[in-house]
């Protein structure tokens, strides 16, 4: 298969969207040699305390040991091949025990029991054997309490992968008076029936929120427009729908930087900095924390979204995490996450809250609106009705320094092209 053919600078082919063969490729290329990421280390504060998670086509399991560490395994035992945990999570105590036949192993891998063990006498298969331990994930590393798997033993570091984007979990934790945020453990958890290059194309695409998201940002700008002329300053979720119906001139001037490996930044444009008392004495705490300066720096830092490409989408200032796992070339499934800054006052963590229920749940009249682009979107591929897709917006326009691309439009298509140029360096 010729992937490269498949890429040209201003536009795809379709297939790469819709192929079989293409889609397993990516498992192979990407999902299973790139850092993944696995969860939040308080997803498993106990020892014991486990999360099964989806890598590429693995099965895993992200598990915190008995020495504090957070460990990362195969999902499958070593005898019969049956998996370990039928949970999404749990706690498995001081050991995982196959339900088949009660094989047993530490939350390392390695092997606690063979029961009646005199049968394997003068077989290879001694508790020595290397194929008696749980396989784990060949590398495991945390950013801020972020915790990512590669299978791959060798390739760049975990700080080397998320390069420029790691200001995601930096813009997210700097937030918290105590620097740290911890997982609400309330997962989404939606199946997109969409290619997931959809999702990471749509996330910083700034020329949609003015279409898609029209009826809901309308509608919420004339509540609050409503509430103002009553005299009553509209609660701030109001906003937080009605910046959806910024004009096409406003969303045309944020910037999106994009990085080599397909990362990106699509900068602020929501300014969620009010003053009311809640977000005062929320202020009061980081300075006390951090001094004014730093205080100021941290709550200037001009984002909206950061990708991690290929398959997570931060909303660091309102400390959303959404997480890709494909499925197949039209099934993606999505885990929608969001997370409490540890230190700060109740009333900011409903900010976050909200923004989660109205925005990125699937309940929501935003996310509703885009998941049925999507679907549309794969069918669309799928026909004999062309064979490109254009991404063709201001091609020729961006400015590249250092291999960095700067949009000189909100609009411009670059996030796609930079997205595919680090798609074509992973598959070729
Ligand atoms: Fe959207």
Known sequence: MEVKSL????????????????????????????WVYCGHESQVPEPGDYHAVQIGRQPMIMVRQADGRVNVLHNRCPHRGVQLVGNLKGNTGQSFVCSYHAWSFWLDGSVRAIPLAKGYENTRLTRENPDCQVKRAARVDSYRGFVFASLAADGPSLAEFLGEAKVAFDDMCDRSPAGEVEVVPVCHRVVQHSNWKFFMENQLDALHPSVT????????????KRLKAQGTTPPLYYHMLSAFASSFEQWDAVQTINFPRGHGILKAYMGLRPQDPDTLAYEALLKAAYGEQK????????????LVYPYLSVQSPLQQLRCLRPISPDKTLSEIWHFRLKGAPEAIYRRSLWYYNLVNSPATMINADDLENWTKGQRGLESDGGDWVSFHRWHGDDRVEDGVTYSNHGTSEAVMRSQFQAWSTYMA
Do not use: C, N
Request: glycine share 2%; hydrophobic share 35%; charged share 35%.
């Open 295 to 306: 205080t100021e720096e941290y709550l200037s830092r001009s984002i909206h979204h950061v």
């Open 7 to 34: 890429v040209e600078p201003d536009r795809v082919h379709k297939s790469v969207y819709t192929d079989p063969a293409i889609f397993e490729r990516e498992m192979e290329r990407i999902w299973e040699r790139i």
């Open 213 to 224: 998201h029209q009826s809901t940002g309308i509608s919420a700008a004339r509540v609050e």
